[in-house]
């Protein structure tokens, strides 16, 4: 927990030369399918906001996603939203296709509704602790525009299997 309020305050903390960035993406998150037996792929949507500094960036991100499976007598719909600050290091940042390592930490709550037939039942759990490492390779397209490819492993209590892998596409803009 300390190390998430060291980066949120330094996200917060005047830096000279940090730079704004921007970046949407998406992903594949791969976790138990709800048998039990099998894994199922899930297409999360993120959004970033943060600052580039000489070789970090320090940013917020926000993700989601729906899954929805059953039958007309009974649909079970599952949304799933993570908010989370992230460090990441870029190695050889003046390169044109610069590695990085990121950590980030936060929280992620799900609401879960369930249809059977003309009753509607909304679960929605606690939030719950979420921690995350990833790594990728960033491509600087033009200098305010880029291009990553990542992958990551995230970790919570309740995450099955833990951690839950995933890979990444994202495009953001330093401005």
Do not use: N
Not at 155 to 169: D, M, T
């Amino acid at each position: 927990m300390r190390i998430v309020l060291a980066l949120f305050a330094f996200c917060f903390v005047a830096q000279a030369g940090a730079s704004p960035i921007a970046e949407l993406g998406g992903s594949v998150v791969f976790e138990r399918a709800a048998d039990g037996k099998g894994i199922e792929s899930r297409q999360p949507f993120a959004m970033h906001g943060g600052y580039r500094f000489e070789q970090a960036d320090v940013f917020f991100e926000y993700s989601s996603f729906r899954a929805s499976e059953g039958t007309s007598m009974i649909f079970v719909s599952r949304e799933h939203q993570e908010f989370m600050l992230w460090a990441r290091h870029a190695f050889f940042a003046h390169w044109r296709a610069a590695p990085y390592l990121a950590l980030g930490g936060g929280f992620y709550y799900e609401t879960i509704d369930t249809d059977l037939g003309a009753e509607t039942s909304r679960e929605t759990g606690s939030t719950e602790s979420l921690y995350a490492a990833a790594t990728g390779l960033r491509f600087a397209v033009t200098r305010a525009f880029e291009v990553s490819f990542e992958t990551r492993a995230s970790y919570a209590q309740a995450f099955v299997p833990s951690p839950l892998i995933s890979v990444g596409l994202l495009a953001g803009f330093s401005f």
